[in-house]
T-cell receptor, first 115, second 110 residues
């Protein structure tokens, strides 16, 4: 049981490049989400998904796209990287119980630098 | 959305000391978690505690949902307890957004 797996762990991009951060979970959780963490701050929600085929924006969605074609996978796409997207990205998943999220589990994070 | 305030922002302890970290919420929450972010950046789940008290070894947590706060107790601290402690909560009005505080940075010295 691997939990939440993120790849890659580290990435350096040039401004304007695109890339996809991968996230997979093997716990059959309905909810998945992406957060970013900037120095001295807590985590801020980028996008989330309540199930396959359903996604929605969080508080800092600009510059990022997501899709959820399967329960297991929730990739995050940067279409044209900018230095402001330098951050540590975390993917999380949680089970639904009576329509509400329960405990969230996080991946190990992806440290992204945009130069 | 809810606001989450954590205190203190920084804490330095000698090994063996006890400490209490506090988390206040601006609105009622139905989902509350405590995490430890270790020096390698990993987020470790400590407690899922929407209400009541839980204990796990030297750590325990109490959430008083009606008064919108939660406490994390660390007893007999060790150097491996160093890192940043986050609390995060979600209220009844939002289905999926877990809101984080800005954390308490703990340093345990010998």
């Amino acid at each position: 049981n691997a939990g939440v797996t993120q790849t890659p762990k580290f990435q350096v991009l040039k401004t304007g490049q695109s890339m996809t951060l991968q996230c997979a979970q093997d716990m059959n959780h309905e909810y998945m989400s992406w957060y970013r963490q900037d120095p001295g701050m807590g985590l801020r929600l980028i996008h989330y998904s309540v199930g396959a085929g359903i996604t929605d924006q969080g508080e800092v969605p600009n510059g990022y796209n997501v899709s959820r074609s399967t329960t297991e996978d929730f990739p995050l796409r940067l279409l044209s990287a900018a230095p402001s997207q330098t951050s540590v990205y975390f993917c999380a998943s949680s089970r639904t119980y009576r329509g509400m999220n329960t405990e969230a589990f996080f991946g190990q994070g992806t440290r992204l630098t945009v130069v | 959305g809810i606001q989450v305030e954590q205190s203190p922002p920084d804490l330095i302890l000698q090994e063996g000391a006890n400490s209490t970290l506090r988390c206040n919420f601006s609105d009622s929450v139905n989902n509350l978690q405590w995490f430890h972010q270790n020096p390698w950046g990993q987020l470790i789940n400590l407690f899922y505690i929407p209400s009541g008290t839980k204990q796990n070894g030297r750590l325990s947590a109490t959430t008083v949902a009606t008064e919108r706060y939660s406490l994390l107790y660390i007893s007999s601290s060790q150097t491996t307890d160093s890192g940043v402690y986050f609390c995060a909560g979600k209220n009844t009005g939002t289905a999926s957004k877990l809101t984080f505080g800005t954390g308490t940075r703990l340093q345990v010295t010998l």
